[in-house]
Nanobody, 121 residues
Framework: VQLQASGGGLVQAGDSLRLSCTAS???????VGWFRQAPGKEREFVAA????????YYADSVKDRFTISRDNANNTVYLQMNNLKPEDTAVYYC????????????????WGQGTLVTVSS
């Protein structure tokens, strides 16, 4: 069971980035979420998507700027991040869960390694 996150980088405020999370087939049948952790802060929920991809959930801080989507045929979940702000700077993690408690870090069983997003002002 493996999750591989990629797509991070250094951008300027207002720019866009798309993160990808590729999973093994078994993991990909689960709900998939994105979390982020800024230096000195706790890991926090960003977005999640249901198994079918039809239901999406967002933190208020990213709603209307970020979009989560999934391509089940290619075992990949995306996080399109637009209008990035310096406060979006963090290590971003993807994770999967069987729980409906999608906003809780503790609910996720499988985690990928993080990908660093740095937004300069």
């Amino acid at each position: 069971v493996q999750l591989q996150a990629s797509g991070g980088g250094l951008v300027q405020a207002g720019d866009s980035l798309r993160l990808s999370c590729t999973a093994s087939d078994r993991t990909f049948t689960l709900f998939v979420g994105w979390f982020r952790q800024a230096p000195g802060k706790e890991r926090e929920f960003v977005a999640a998507v249901s198994r079918s991809g039809q239901s999406e959930y967002y933190a208020d801080s990213v709603k209307d700027r970020f979009t989560i989507s999934r391509d089940n045929a290619n075992n990949t979940v995306y996080l399109q991040m637009n209008n990035l702000k310096p406060e979006d700077t963090a290590v971003y993690y993807c994770a999967s869960t069987t729980s409906w408690n999608l906003r809780s870090v503790a609910a996720y069983e499988y985690w990928g390694q993080g990908t660093l997003v740095t937004v300069s002002s």
